[in-house]
């Protein structure tokens, strides 16, 4: 079956040190102290290492071929948003990941698909780059589930969001400055507990602040098969309907009225979570995503999809066409 992987990261290869280029910050930078290896560092200290195929093509087109993928969908990583530097100098570096990105598509149009990175912090510049990426064929923009501790329903972000309905630009929502994980550094914590819950305050934040009541058409989908949400979405419901006075405060809709409404990634690394996300929302919002290249992804794109017990259809539509209705393709 023809297959879009949903959800894939890529950095360049060869990075500026931006911290020095500004005079402050922890930007990413990347020392490439092995073949084929490289250091990602923030600021002077080391956050992890990556392989070439994390900025590599045709090393990536050729994991590909292994895998049976014959579409990436390509964002930057999101340690790379910069949601904390001054809006303009967060613009430059947006600007030189997304020329990255357009580079590769063009390259390769038949292989990936970009979505951009824009400074959140500053709505009216973050419009302006979506616009600049969005007319060099892109497809949509990759962002956080919060911006610097601020929820997605702010108003503030309203103009962006009208900005990205009107243009047609999909939305990958992903976990970044997980909530809490100051203090959960030991047992990769932030990674384990700390992303699903992002996903689901995320979700919420849009639910409840009306957000989907605001802009219908807005194309929008949740990594990592919609965080814990989707687990918890009847004690979210109960909660709305037992405490409308702190829930239902800016949205008087049962929170389980938008399911369907929205996508997510197939990343949910169990058989049975995958069909219980299906019966939920539906085969036709759920999109194969393997969070490729990183170890917490999946070790074969599209395994869990293709070995589950579901209708072929079902996997039909999941690897591939929820993905094409997502990108408008």
């Avoid at 904390?84 to 598509?105: C, G």
């Avoid at 299906?278 to 869990?304: H, N, R, T, W």
């Avoid at 589950?308 to 993905?323: C, G």
């Amino acid at each position: 079956m023809f297959t879009i992987d949903s959800h894939t990261h890529i950095i360049p290869k060869n990075l500026p040190d931006f911290s020095n280029k500004f005079g402050y910050g922890e930007f990413i930078n990347l020392i490439h102290h092995q073949e084929g290896k490289a250091m990602m560092m923030q600021g002077g200290n080391f956050f992890r290492e990556v392989v070439s195929n994390c900025w590599d093509p045709e090393v990536r087109i050729s994991q590909m071929k292994q895998h049976a993928i014959d579409m990436q969908v390509i964002c930057t990583i999101p340690v790379m948003f910069n949601y904390w530097a001054k809006a303009n100098d967060a613009l430059y570096v947006s600007q030189f990941l997304n020329d990255d990105i357009a580079t590769t598509v063009s390259n390769y149009p038949d292989k990936f698909i970009g979505l951009a990175s824009v400074p959140l912090q500053d709505t009216s510049i973050a419009i302006k780059e979506l616009e600049r990426c969005m007319s060099n064929n892109f497809k949509g923009v990759q962002i956080g589930t919060n911006i610097n501790n601020l929820n997605l329903n702010e108003a503030q972000f309203d103009e962006f969001f009208s900005a990205c309905e009107s243009l047609g630009a999909s939305i990958l929502v992903h976990p970044w400055q997980m909530m809490g994980q100051e203090n959960m550094n030991k047992y990769w914590l932030p990674w384990l507990v700390g992303m699903p819950a992002e996903i689901s305050r995320a979700i919420c934040s849009m639910i409840f602040g009306g957000v989907f009541e605001k802009y219908k058409n807005l194309k929008v989908c949740f990594a990592h098969g919609g965080g814990s949400f989707l687990p918890t979405i009847s004690r979210i419901e109960h909660g709305w309907d037992c405490r409308p006075d702190l829930v239902a405060i800016d949205n008087a809709n049962n929170p389980k009225k938008y399911l369907g409404k929205f996508w997510v990634d197939s990343h949910v690394c169990d058989h049975k979570m995958l069909q219980y996300v299906i019966d939920l929302v539906g085969a036709e919002k759920v999109m194969q995503g393997s969070d490729y290249p990183f170890p917490l992804g999946e070790s074969i794109a599209g395994e869990l999809v293709r070995s589950a017990p579901i209708k072929d259809s079902e996997k039909e539509m999941i690897l591939a066409l929820s993905a094409k209705a997502w990108l408008g393709l």
